[in-house]
T-cell receptor, first 111, second 114 residues
Framework: AQSVTQPDIHITVSEGASLELRCNYS??????LFWYVQSPGQGLQLLLK??????LVQGIKGFEAEFKRSQSSFNLRKPSVHWSDAAEYFC?????????FGAGTRLTVKP | DTGVSQDPRHKITKRGQNVTFRCDPI?????LYWYRQTLGQGPEFLTY????????KSRLLSDRFSAERPKGSFSTLEIQRTEQGDSAMYLC????????????FGSGTQLSVL
């Protein structure tokens, strides 16, 4: 069965520090992989996506993610976090028909 | 491209009442999804349409929930005999044809069951 696991419910980092949010998945084949961000009261915004090819993908707002097939992971990274990055982050996996989301990781940014 | 529209934005109802939500996807998108999201959780898959055909429905969805997409354009989600546990944000999303995999979300309908 398809599943998406985000092991960290809540992460706090200092502004300017680096960030890594974890995502592991279970899927029958190599899925499409996505990261979305949701600010309070706002809709879901796509940060980046992986379909095939280069396993390191660049997204908006300085985010990147790396697909590691051997680890069934698609971790999100940012070298230097800004206060405006505080939000809820969701990893999603899917296929042509399917799209499932993880439970999310809430990011708090300390001044 | 006017985006995915959902109506209403908010719905307050009494337990036991029926409610219906509408979603208008991006016009050329043939794939449409309904999700439910509660506070602190990720979007939970409810059902999926390709054109007018409902291809998948979550096993977590009770018989009180039904969705339609009669002409392959807009979709409706109906909840009969609402319960307090149905209170959540109901999100609609759409995607274009195969190869165009980005999922576009609407702003959602916030349901409160009193």
């Amino acid at each position: 069965a398809q599943s998406v696991t985000q092991p960290d419910i809540h992460i706090t980092v200092s502004e300017g520090a680096s960030l890594e949010l974890r995502c592991n998945y279970s899927y029958g084949a190599t899925p499409y992989l996505f990261w979305y961000v949701q600010s309070p009261g706002q809709g879901l915004q796509l940060l980046l996506k992986y379909f095939s090819g280069d396993t390191l993908v660049q997204g908006i707002k300085g985010f990147e993610a790396e697909f590691k097939r051997s680890q069934s992971s698609f971790n999100l990274r940012k070298p230097s976090v800004h206060w405006s990055d505080a939000a809820e982050y969701f990893c999603a996996v899917g296929s042509n028909n399917d799209m499932r989301f993880g439970a999310g990781t809430r990011l708090t940014v300390k001044p | 491209d006017t985006g995915v529209s959902q109506d209403p934005r908010h719905k307050i109802t009494k337990r036991g009442q029926n409610v219906t939500f509408r979603c208008d996807p991006i016009s050329e998108h043939n794939r449409l999804y309904w999700y439910r999201q509660t506070l602190g959780q990720g979007p939970e898959f409810l059902t999926y349409f390709q054109n007018e055909a409902q291809l998948e429905k979550s096993r977590l969805l009770s018989d009180r929930f039904s969705a339609e997409r009669p002409k392959g354009s807009f979709s409706t989600l109906e909840i009969q005999r609402t319960e307090q546990g149905d209170s959540a944000m109901y999100l609609c999303a759409s995607r274009g044809g195969v190869g165009n995999e980005k999922l576009f979300f609407g702003s959602g309908t916030q349901l409160s069951v009193l």
